[in-house]
């Protein structure tokens, strides 16, 4: 039995989807079970990854843990999941986190919160494996409003490039893991198979819809305030702007093979994933 947390979002769906379709016994932990929309083959329970005790029960019975979890509470959170899995004798952790926590420089806020969750992970004595994707292609669904309707790309740091991954690679990565053996003690920087721009982006999604599309350069200060006006947290904002602004740095841009590596399967170009989410962009 595997427990997925995180399972309904992108990459945690992702990864279920894989696992009932290779006939693995999937557990999926989630705050709203009513609400999951998961296959009817998974044994969804509820469970707060801050609350140890919903973390025990969902346990009860698990051979292996996919461990996702976001925002300031990442050491907490990672640290309650790890202490109760070691109380369950679980014979495997595959945590993802950022690729960024591999830069000894990023001392900002996310990928300070992965590493000491890696840090817990790495001294519980329960097998592991860490995933470090160096940033995520389905981040350009933030883009889709303002695609749909202006037409138009605003980002800050422009000219920065990330090496961004598929979800759907990360979940095929983490399937691999977890149902083979010879990952333990292993960390896995994850990326697509080309670095890009903002710029560049907003180019193949134009071609790909078979309409102009601007992408207009915002400054640091504005795109933070869109974030508050999404309703996040002013620590939210800092931390994903940080993030946001190590695109400039070398770090991000370095392709890495390790999704073929891993999973025999090339990784998946922007293009394709932006032919696969084109719904999601095409005017109503």
């Known amino acids: ?4 947390t995180g399972a309904t979002g992108t990459v945690g769906r992702s990864l279920v989807d894989r696992l009932v379709a290779a006939k693995v016994p999937v557990r999926a932990m989630t705050r709203r079970p009513a609400a999951a929309g998961l296959p009817a083959a998974v044994d969804v329970v509820a469970g707060d990854l801050g609350d140890r005790g919903s973390i025990a029960a969902a346990l009860r019975g698990v051979d292996r843990v996919f461990l996702l979890s976001t925002g300031p509470d990442i050491p907490t959170h990672d640290a309650n999941l790890i202490r109760e899995a070691t109380r369950a004798d679980v014979a495997h952790v595959v945590k993802l986190s950022s690729g ?3 830069d000894d420089t990023a001392t900002d806020p996310i990928p300070s ?3 000491r969750g890696e840090q817990a992970l790495r001294d519980s004595g329960i097998p592991w494996t860490i995933l470090g994707p160096l940033g995520f292609m389905a981040n350009a669904l933030h883009w889709a409003d303002s695609i749909r309707n202006r037409d138009s790309v605003f980002a ?3 000219h920065g490039r990330i090496a961004v ?3 759907h690679d990360i979940a095929s990565v ?3 893991v977890l149902t083979t053996d010879g990952h333990d003690g292993r960390t896995y920087r994850l990326s697509g198979p080309e670095a890009l721009t903002p710029a560049e982006m907003t180019a193949v999604l134009a071609d790909v819809l078979g309409r102009p599309l601007r ?3 915002v400054e640091p200060a504005a795109a933070r305030q869109a974030i508050l006006d999404h309703g996040l947290s002013e620590i939210m904002a800092d931390a994903i702007m940080a993030l946001r602004a190590t695109a400039l740095e070398s770090f991000t841009s370095v392709v890495h093979p390790t999704v073929q590596e891993v999973t025999g399967v090339r990784p998946t170009s922007f293009r394709e994933w932006a032919t696969r989410h084109l719904a999601d962009f095409a005017r109503v």
């Open 174 to 176: 983490a399937a691999t």
């Open 113 to 115: 919160w992965h590493r």
């Open 1 to 4: 039995m595997i427990l997925v």
């Open 156 to 158: 800050a740091y422009g």
């Open 100 to 102: 960024r926590t591999g």
């Open 165 to 167: 991954v598929d979800e």
């Open 215 to 217: 992408f207009l350069e």
